[in-house]
């Protein structure tokens, strides 16, 4: 674990020295003489989103630093999870702090949806439910608009978590002192009151949950047939604190992924996968494959699946079996 090495934070200078640290510290680890050339350095990066840039990084990393690898991938830090979780391309959805989606066919090629930033988007995230929550309070006082359900719950959270008396008080933790994960932090206690029965609290979690599979439903269009023809259809990689909270977003997930506009495609079967081990394996992988190196992959002992639906329409073709009637409702089944 190092500094940040997003280059739009500290420069692409400073981030190629970073990485040639944490290269050097991992040697130092491993054992290993500090000359010792890396057959292959995967590197999947937050920042790193556009492909032009990233071959730059490439060719600049090499040419600083011609002994750390015989070759270099950089990529973007959302392919790492697909990377290792799924063996033949799949689809990333993260709700931490923030929110981004990536889908990546069987040919290699990436569409994405997301990440641009709690100004921006971030829908779906520890954010935006947190925001949502707050202006929804000030909506209310302002008698700009009436809330679907009673707000005595949530108003007596955001002030005890944030320890203010009156919505002024909040305004220094949305301008001034704003610290994004500090302010994302209400989530969790959205959640919990979500849990014990609170009826607003769960509407913010389904709208969350709903936003979160219109990521894939605009990434519908896009993806590869034959990511469906896996025994659970399409691989969705679930990253973030958000889906910790995956039974309060379920419902409005499946209403999310259904098509809204007229590009939207039908997703007939999919899985939600929670990675076991740090998408770092990913990155390994993809270095490999770069490098052409055979490595041994073993993707059963990356992931578990956390749900698995196929949609009830898509059934009407196909014949029917006991499992398959149970995730037309969205049943999770043994695995």
């Known amino acids: 674990v190092g500094p940040s090495t997003n280059h739009f934070l500290c420069g692409m200078t400073e981030c ?3 990485i040639q640290k944490l290269v050097k510290d991992a040697l130092e680890k491993a054992r290993l003489p500090s000359r010792t050339t890396l057959l292959a350095l995967g590197l999947c990066l937050s920042g790193c989103e556009d492909k032009a840039s990233n071959a730059v990084m490439e060719c600049e990393l090499k040419q600083s630093f011609p002994k750390m690898a015989e070759h270099v991938l950089v990529a973007s830090d959302t392919l790492g999870p697909i990377a290792t979780g799924c063996h033949n391309g799949g689809l990333v959805v993260i709700s931490g702090t923030g929110s981004n ?28 439910i947190t ?41 220094f933790h949305c301008y001034s002192d704003f610290v994004k994960s500090k302010f994302a932090s209400l989530t969790k206690g959205i959640a919990d009151l979500a849990t014990s029965g609170d009826a607003l609290c769960q509407q913010l979690m389904f709208d969350a949950g709903h936003a979160l599979g219109r990521h894939v439903t605009a990434l519908s ?31 409005g997930f499946i209403a999310g992924i259904r098509p809204h506009l007229k590009g939207d495609k039908v997703v007939p079967k999919f899985s939600l996968l929670k990675l076991k081990t740090t998408s770092a394996i990913g990155s390994v992988y993809l270095g490999a494959t770069r490098a052409c190196y ?21 059934l009407l073709s196909c014949p ?9 409702n969205g049943a999770t089944v043994p695995v």
């Open 221 to 251: 269009r896009n993806i590869d047939p034959r990511l469906y023809d896996a025994p659970g259809g399409l691989s969705i990689i679930c990253t973030g604190s958000v889906w910790l909270s995956f039974e309060l977003l379920r419902s």
């Open 320 to 328: 029917v079996t006991p499992a398959a009637a149970a995730l037309s």
């Open 294 to 314: 055979d490595l041994p992959r073993d993707y059963t002992k990356n992931s578990d699946v956390i749900f698995r639906y196929q949609d009830p329409n898509c």
């Open 131 to 171: 925001a949502r929550a707050v202006k929804l309070l000030f909506d209310e006082e302002d008698n700009l608009t009436d809330p679907p359900h009673p707000t005595q719950a949530l108003r007596q959270l955001v002030k005890s978590h944030f320890n203010i008396q009156d919505r002024f008080g909040m305004l």
């Open 101 to 128: 989606s990536l889908l990546m066919n069987p040919d290699g090629s990436t569409h994405r949806c997301g990440g641009w930033g709690h100004i921006l988007g971030d829908e779906g995230s520890a954010y935006w």
């Open 16 to 18: 190629q020295n970073r």
